[in-house]
């Protein structure tokens, strides 16, 4: 083989690769945010997850793109293990549609599609119809990928060195490793089985070889999960590790299935004779399949399994319980006056939790900690999904047959919900200052620094106030909890005109002086939103300072 016909291969090995990323990006484009809506939603039944992976993976081709969503829903604690599992496996199925589409040989009229997308992509500005070029575009360059790799390998067959090459993987262990490292190379095992697919249309390979390369597919298909669970907490490399399982078993079922039983190999072939394009595409198909149905009733086993390998740490059972609504459980017949102080008691443990985020944030930031800083994040990821399992609460009581008064009062703590949680976004605001400081090596003056410290127990006192007053409904204290507001507000201007004299003389590094102004600003803020959680049930009008 020339470097030339080893280019025209690697050519079209990438626009393959190419073209299926093109497809993946213009089906997520034309779907805007409903895969991912769809995803979230997966329910706790994980027969319908099942379903809910198959689909999404059907739509953007791609098991790699839906496990990595599924791992980051995990990560965030929009989704549990269990749930992820049902979504994994019907992944599995959703990827095989790309052997089965390829199994036609349609790359004569590969120009002509790439033709049509490219028309529609560039000359048409509905966006919709854009994407839906984008799309098109795709598919074509997969076709005419696949067309250059059947051009590229055909003096493959006469090259002693690869036909050598490929009698090594005649041994099934070799060919089950060979198909792991490839498609971990690849990072897409619908990729590695239509190349697989093709060298045995060409005839380079047996169907007896492509089964080992396909159940070595599977298991290389995830590595990109594994990659990407790098970066994300113990529950999102659970997510990846149970990813893993499920292929190893899965591996390990087939392994046993056509040694055991010969005849089922010779099954899948007669299903269309003479045709070993299709008969590579249905394999990979009725292994997933055939995998989901085996291994589904013990999925819970499996998501077990993975918690043995990666046990939960104390913190993280905290946090699962802290993520957990508490008081806005089995709702629907309470009274609505019980419905809503049960409301009020789950705000008010989240306001708490963001209370406590602002002052270990504080504490990262003077004392240089990573480690509080990291709790902040944490607890930003918590507010958040306690804030949006609140909002769905309260969105279904407004359903009910409530008076106007308490349907005030459902407005009202929603919007309390939404300022406790600006609190922790500040918060979080104020951990990362530390870490900035750290990056653009920034140091500040001690008078800086006592500014801040006085400006921040300013703050944390007003936080304090107004939860005291929304949690017991101590109105006649709304004038004290204005007092501390403002004097949170009068703070800053005096700190901050200090700090413009201090730039002015240079006696301030003018880095650190922005971080010292942000700061200054999201404590200040932090005020604003603590205010108006004193006045939410008052029923006195008050100006909402921020939103």
Do not use: W
Not at 391 to 411: A, C, G, H, W
Not at 513 to 526: P, Q
């Amino acid at each position: 083989m020339t470097i030339l016909e080893s280019f025209t291969l690697l050519g079209g090995v990438g626009l393959f690769l190419y073209g299926m990323s093109i497809m993946s990006t213009g089906l997520k484009n034309a779907a805007g945010d409903k895969l991912r809506s769809i995803l979230e939603r997966a329910t706790a039944n994980r027969f319908v997850a099942v379903l809910v992976g198959t689909a999404v993976t059907l739509l953007i081709q791609s098991s790699s793109a839906t496990d990595m969503m599924v791992i980051s829903f995990v990560n965030s604690g929009l989704m549990t293990l269990a749930q992820a599992i049902g979504v994994i496996m019907g992944a599995n199925i959703g990827t095989t549609v790309t052997a089965q589409i390829t199994a036609f040989n349609l790359g004569a009229y590969a120009p002509f599609i790439l033709f049509v997308g490219a028309m529609l992509y560039l000359f048409v500005k509905h966006v919709t119809v854009k994407h839906i070029g984008h799309i098109i575009l795709g598919f074509g360059m997969l076709f005419f990928g696949i067309s250059t790799i059947k051009t590229a390998i055909v003096p493959l067959s006469q090259d002693p060195m690869f036909i050598s090459f490929l009698s090594s993987l005649e041994n099934p262990a070799v060919a089950l490793v060979f198909g792991v490292l490839f498609t971990s190379l690849l990072q897409s095992s619908s990729s590695s089985v239509v190349i697989f697919q093709t060298f045995a249309v060409q005839g380079m390979i047996g169907y007896d070889m492509v089964v080992y390369l396909v159940i070595g597919a599977a298991i290389g298909s995830v590595t990109p999960n594994l990659l990407a669970s790098l970066t994300t907490n113990r529950n999102g490399k659970r997510t990846a590790l149970l990813n893993l399982l499920f292929n190893l078993i899965r591996a390990a079922i087939m392994i046993v299935l056509i040694n055991v039983f010969p005849a089922f190999t010779d099954l899948i072939r007669g299903l269309t004779p003479g045709d070993i394009g299709h008969q590579v595409a249905n394999t990979h198909t009725i292994f997933a399949i055939l995998a989901v149905l085996i291994e589904f009733p013990f999925a819970g086993g499996i998501v077990r399994l993975s918690e043995k390998l990666l046990p939960l740490l104390p913190e993280e059972s905290r946090s699962a319980e802290e993520r957990k609504l508490h008081y806005l459980v089995n709702t629907g017949e309470l009274p609505s006056s019980v419905a809503l102080q049960q409301a009020r008691l789950e705000l008010v443990r989240m306001g708490k939790i963001a209370r406590d985020s602002l002052k270990d944030a504080i504490r990262s930031f003077f004392e240089q900690d990573d480690r509080l800083a990291e709790q902040v994040l944490e607890a930003e990821d918590t507010v958040d999904i306690l804030t949006d399992r609140i909002q769905e609460k309260l969105i279904e009581f407004r359903s009910m047959d409530y008076t106007p008064r308490d349907v005030n009062r459902l407005s009202q703590l929603m919007l309390v919900a939404s300022d406790l949680e600006r609190i922790s976004d500040y918060a979080e605001n104020i951990a990362e200052y530390e870490q900035e400081c750290k990056l653009r090596k920034a140091t500040m003056s001690d008078v800086a620094i006592h500014d801040l410290k006085a400006l921040s127990e300013a703050a944390l006192k007003s936080i304090d106030f107004a939860l005291h007053i929304f949690e017991t409904d101590d109105f006649k204290s709304l004038p004290e909890a204005d007092l501390l507001e403002q004097n949170v507000d009068d703070l800053q201007t005096e700190i901050v005109n200090a700090h413009i004299e201090r730039l002015m003389e240079e006696r301030c590094n003018p880095v650190s002086g922005v971080i010292f102004n942000d700061m200054t600003t999201d404590l200040e803020r932090c005020s604003d939103h603590a205010i108006n959680v004193a006045y939410a049930l008052s029923g006195i009008a008050k100006a909402r300072s921020m939103t």
